[in-house]
C-alpha cells in the first residue's frame, strides 16, 4: 500500500482523489492501531480485522486519480490477498 500511495503521489500527470487519500489515511490509521502488525491479513484480532478492512477499501478504491480539471479517472489496479 506504500508502493501504491507513492505511486499515485509521484504521478506528473494525474492526482490523487480525495476518495483515495481519505482511504489511504484510513489505512495508515487503523495500521497504526494495531501496532503496525504486518500480519494483518492473516490475524484474527479485532485490531487486525479492522486493518484488513481498511486494506481491502483502500484495495478496491476505483477512483485513485483524477485529471486537472477534477474529472476521476478510472485506473483500478487491484492487488491480491
Do not use: P
Request: with cysteine; glycine share 4%.
Amino acid at each position: 500500500m506504500l508502493n501504491r500511495h507513492a505511486t499515485v503521489r509521484a504521478n506528473k500527470d494525474r492526482v490523487g482523489t480525495a476518495e483515495f487519500y481519505e482511504k489511504f489515511a484510513a489505512f495508515i490509521l487503523a495500521f497504526q492501531k494495531n501496532n503496525l502488525n504486518t500480519e494483518y491479513l492473516l490475524d484474527q484480532s479485532e485490531k487486525a480485522k479492522r486493518t484488513r478492512m481498511a486494506y481491502i477499501a483502500l484495495d478496491s478504491c476505483k477512483n485513485k486519480y483524477q485529471d486537472s480539471n477534477g474529472r476521476i479517472l478510472d485506473t483500478q489496479v487491484r492487488v491480491g490477498l
